[in-house]
C-alpha cells in the first residue's frame, strides 16, 4: 500500500508525506540443470517500508529551501521451497545434472537494513545566476547473515553412487561456535556518507546557459571487522580495514541555442529547422557499491564459521546416511562421521585494501536537438565514459607455480579475496533518434551503438564467485575487454495511435519493433576446476586455439576429435585465433528480433 498527503500549510511553506509498504514472494531458482526438482526452487520475499517527511518553503522571492527525512526498512529471509537444511544433492545421470533438496545459498540466507537518509536543500536565484547548495547524510544499519552451503552441497556421479551415499564432492559452511549459533556469523556492520555539494547555473545570455559544480562524498564503516591473525600472517596485511574514502567531482555542463546558426545551413541541403538546441557536459562520476560487498570482510573473517570442501571421498566423513539411518541433515557432524570442527582463523578470509576508493568514471557528453519546420524531433547524442577508479579483486595468496604447454601459468591458491581497485576500461556510444506525429499516429526511430570494457564483469555478490566466475587465461594478468552486459547495435521503431472506437473511450495501439545485437559470450573450458579459483569455477578458462590436428600442445582423444575440433574452428571464427587463446567476449551470439503489439 501506499499514502501520500499534501499538507498547504501556508503560501510559503507546504509539507508531503509518504507512507508505503510493499511485500512480495517471488519462487525463483539458482541451478540451471534441465532437472531440478520443486524442493530446491527457493522464496525471496521481501517486505519493504518507507516513510518520510519533506517540508517545501519559499521563504522570500529568490530563496526556497527543501528538507527531507526518509527511513527505510527491509527485511527479506530467502528460504528454499522444501527443507532448507537438507543438503543440496547434485546427481550427474546422462548428460544432465539433476538437483534436489535445499538451495545451497538459502539454508541461512537473512538480510536487514535499517536507513535514515536527511537531505537539506536551498536555492537562491540572483537573476543571472541560480545558486544551489546542498547536503544529504545516510546512516545504514546493515544484518546481512550469508552462509553459503551451509545446509552442504554435495555431488555424485551416478543415481547408484546417490542410492549409496557415495559422494564425490562435499563442501559445508558452519558457525564454530555451533550448528545453530548462525547469527555469531553474520555481517553486522553500520555504513555511514555524507554528500556536499555546490552548483551555478548561469544564464549567460538568452541562447547559452552554463552549470558548473562540485560535489564531495564521503563515506565509512565505523565498526571493524574481526581480525584473522592467520591472514595478517600469511599476506602481511590485515583483512580487517574499515572503509573509508572520500571524492570531490568537479562537474561543467551546457545547453546552447544554435537555431541561427544552424538554420541557414541546413537549408542549403532541404531541411528547414525552426530549433536547435546543443547541449553537452563532462564531470567525475561516483558509481554505487552493493552493501553486501560491504559485508563480505565482515561474514568471511575466517574467525566465525570452518568452510571446508572434500574434492573427493573421504572416509572421516563417510557415505550419506539414508533416513532410516541417520538424519542426512548436517551428517557430516553425526552419528555416521568422525569429523571435528576446526578452530577459528584456520582457513581463508576476505579483506579489503585500506586505501580502497569507491568506483568512479570522467563522464562526458555531447548532444544535438533538432525541431524541423514539418514536426520532426532529431537528437544525434555521443557519450565518453573512461574510468577513473575501477573494481579489482585478488588472491593475495596467489603463486604461480609451473605453466602449461600453451603458456598460461599453473598457480597455487589460498583464497585469501582481497578487494582494491584498477583502472583501465570505459564506453563510448552513439545514438540518434527521430519521432514525427502524422496526425495522431507517433512514429519513433532510434539507433544506438556501444563499445564498453571492464575488467572485471561483477556478476556476482561474494568475493570468492566474482573472482572465479571471471573468464581469463593466465592468473590475475587480466585487461579490458568488451562487457558482458554491452549490446553492440540495437535498432527501435515505434509506432502509437489513439483512437475513439467505442463511444468516447479512448483506444491506444502500440507497436514496438526491437532490433540488437547478440550478446558477447567467450570460449573456455572445463577440466572440472578453474587455475585459480578452485573446483567451484571449472569451466571460466579461456581456451586455447590449436593450430591444426597436429599442433603439439594439445593432445587429442583421436583422429576423429582433432578432425571435428578443427572442422568447428576453421568455420568459426576461431579460426583468426589459432595458436593462441580466444580473449574473454570475443564473440557475439546471434541477433535478437522482438516485435509487440499492444491494444488497451
Same mark, same amino acid.
Given at each position: 500500500y501506499t499514502a501520500k498527503l499534501d499538507w498547504y500549510i501556508n503560501d510559503s511553506h507546504r509539507a508531503v508525506i509518504n507512507v508505503s509498504h510493499s511485500e512480495d514472494v517471488l519462487p525463483q &531458482?539458482?541451478?540451471?540443470?534441465?532437472? $531440478?526438482?520443486?524442493?530446491?526452487?527457493?522464496?525471496? @520475499? @521481501?517486505?519493504?517500508?518507507?516513510?518520510?517527511?519533506?517540508?517545501?518553503?519559499?521563504?522570500?522571492?529568490?530563496?526556497?529551501?527543501?528538507?527531507?527525512?526518509?527511513?527505510?526498512?527491509?527485511?527479506?529471509?530467502?528460504?528454499s521451497v522444501g527443507d532448507p537444511l537438507f543438503p543440496e544433492v547434485?546427481?550427474?545421470?546422462g548428460g544432465d545434472n539433476v538437483y534436489l533438496g535445499g538451495d545451497r545459498y538459502r539454508g541461512a540466507n537473512r538480510i536487514e537494513a535499517n536507513s535514515e537518509y536527511l537531505t537539506l536543500k536551498a536555492d537562491y536565484d540572483l537573476g543571472d545566476h541560480l545558486i544551489t547548495v546542498g547536503y544529504e547524510t545516510e546512516e545504514s544499519d546493515i544484518y546481512n547473515l550469508f552462509i553459503a552451503r551451509y545446509?552442504?552441497?554435495?555431488?555424485? /556421479?551416478?543415481? /547408484?553412487?546417490?542410492?549409496?551415499?557415495?559422494?564425490?564432492?562435499?563442501?559445508?559452511?558452519?558457525?564454530? #561456535?555451533?550448528?545453530? /549459533?548462525?547469527? !555469531?556469523?553474520?555481517?553486522?556492520?553500520?555504513?555511514?556518507?555524507? #554528500?556536499?555539494?555546490?552548483?551555478?547555473?548561469?544564464? $549567460?545570455?538568452? +541562447?547559452?546557459?552554463?552549470?558548473?559544480?562540485?560535489?564531495?562524498?564521503?563515506?565509512?564503516?565505523? #565498526?571493524q571487522a574481526r581480525l584473522n591473525p592467520?591472514?595478517?600472517?600469511?599476506?602481511?596485511?590485515?583483512?580487517?580495514?574499515?572503509?573509508?574514502?572520500? &571524492? $570531490?567531482?568537479?562537474?561543467?555542463?551546457?545547453?546552447?541555442? $544554435?537555431?541561427?546558426?544552424?538554420?541557414?545551413?541546413? +537549408?542549403?541541403?532541404?531541411?528547414?529547422?525552426?530549433?536547435?538546441?546543443?547541449?553537452?557536459?563532462?564531470?567525475?562520476?561516483?558509481?554505487?557499491? @552493493?552493501?553486501?560487498?560491504?559485508?563480505?570482510q565482515y561474514s568471511r573473517s575466517g574467525g566465525a564459521t570452518d568452510y571446508n570442501r572434500f574434492r573427493s571421498f573421504s572416509d572421516t566423513i563417510g557415505t550419506m546416511p539414508a533416513a532410516a539411518v541417520a538424519d542426512p541433515r548436517f551428517f557430516w557432524l553425526g552419528p555416521t562421521s568422525n569429523y571435528q570442527v576446526r578452530g577459528a582463523y584456520f582457513g581463508d578470509a576476505q579483506g579489503t585494501d585500506p586505501d580502497f576508493e569507491a568506483p568512479s568514471s570522467w563522464r562526458s557528453n555531447l548532444a544535438l536537438d533538432l525541431v524541423t519546420a514539418n514536426g520532426y524531433e532529431i537528437t544525434f547524442e555521443y557519450n565518453l565514459d573512461d574510468v577513473n577508479e575501477g573494481v579489482f579483486? &585478488?588472491?593475495?595468496?596467489?603463486?604461480? !607455480?609451473?605453466?602449461?604447454?600453451?603458456?598460461?601459468?599453473?598457480?597455487?591458491t589460498a583464497g585469501d579475496y582481497w578487494l582494491t581497485n584498477a583502472s583501465g576500461g570505459g564506453a563510448e556510444a552513439f545514438t540518434w533518434s527521430v519521432t514525427k506525429d502524422f496526425n495522431g499516429l507517433k512514429a519513433l526511430l532510434a539507433y544506438s551503438t556501444v563499445d564498453a570494457e571492464d575488467i572485471y564483469p561483477l556478476t556476482s555478490t561474494q568475493a570468492e564467485s566474482t573472482y572465479g566466475y571471471t573468464q581469463r587465461f593466465d592468473g590475475e594478468n587480466l585487461s579490458p575487454r568488451p562487457s558482458s552486459f554491452m549490446i553492440d547495435e540495437k535498432w527501435i521503431f515505434s509506432l502509437d495511435y489513439t483512437a475513439k472506437l467505442i463511444g468516447d473511450n479512448d483506444t491506444r495501439f502500440s507497436l514496438v519493433y526491437i532490433s540488437k545485437s547478440g550478446e558477447n559470450f567467450s570460449v573456455t573450458y572445463d577440466t572440472g576446476y578453474n587455475s585459480v579459483g578452485g573446483a567451484s569455477y571449472g569451466g571460466y578458462d579461456l581456451a586455447y586455439i590449436p593450430t591444426g590436428a597436429a599442433d603439439p600442445k594439445v593432445n587429442f582423444a583421436s583422429a576423429g576429435v582433432a578432425a571435428s575440433v578443427m572442422e568447428h574452428i576453421n568455420n568459426t571464427g576461431l579460426r583468426n585465433y589459432k595458436g593462441t587463446y580466444a580473449p574473454r567476449n570475443a564473440f557475439q551470439g546471434p541477433d535478437y528480433r522482438r516485435v509487440d503489439l499492444r491494444i488497451t
Open positions: &531458482k539458482y541451478n540451471r540443470g534441465s532437472t $531440478v526438482f520443486s524442493n530446491n526452487y527457493y522464496i525471496k @520475499p @521481501p517486505e519493504i517500508d518507507r516513510e518520510s517527511i519533506t517540508l517545501y518553503s519559499d521563504w522570500t522571492d529568490r530563496l526556497r529551501t527543501k528538507v527531507k527525512y526518509t527511513t527505510y526498512d527491509m527485511f527479506e529471509d530467502d528460504s547434485n546427481i550427474e545421470v545446509n552442504g552441497e554435495i555431488q555424485f /556421479d551416478s543415481i /547408484d553412487d546417490f542410492r549409496n551415499g557415495t559422494w564425490s564432492y562435499l563442501r559445508f559452511h558452519l558457525p564454530i #561456535t555451533g550448528t545453530y /549459533d548462525v547469527d !555469531t556469523a553474520a555481517a553486522d556492520f553500520r555504513i555511514e556518507k555524507q #554528500t556536499m555539494y555546490l552548483q551555478d547555473k548561469w544564464y $549567460v545570455n538568452d +541562447d547559452l546557459t552554463v552549470i558548473l559544480g562540485v560535489r564531495y562524498d564521503q563515506m565509512e564503516t565505523p #565498526t592467520k591472514f595478517l600472517e600469511r599476506n602481511g596485511v590485515p583483512n580487517n580495514s574499515k572503509f573509508d574514502f572520500s &571524492k $570531490v567531482q568537479p562537474r561543467a555542463s551546457f545547453t546552447m541555442n $544554435v537555431t541561427d546558426h544552424l538554420a541557414g545551413l541546413l +537549408d542549403n541541403v532541404g531541411i528547414g529547422v525552426i530549433d536547435a538546441t546543443l547541449r553537452g557536459g563532462y564531470g567525475l562520476f561516483l558509481g554505487r557499491i @552493493p552493501n553486501v560487498w560491504y559485508g563480505n579483486y &585478488k588472491d593475495l595468496g596467489l603463486e604461480r !607455480t609451473g605453466q602449461l604447454a600453451d603458456g598460461r601459468g599453473v598457480y597455487d
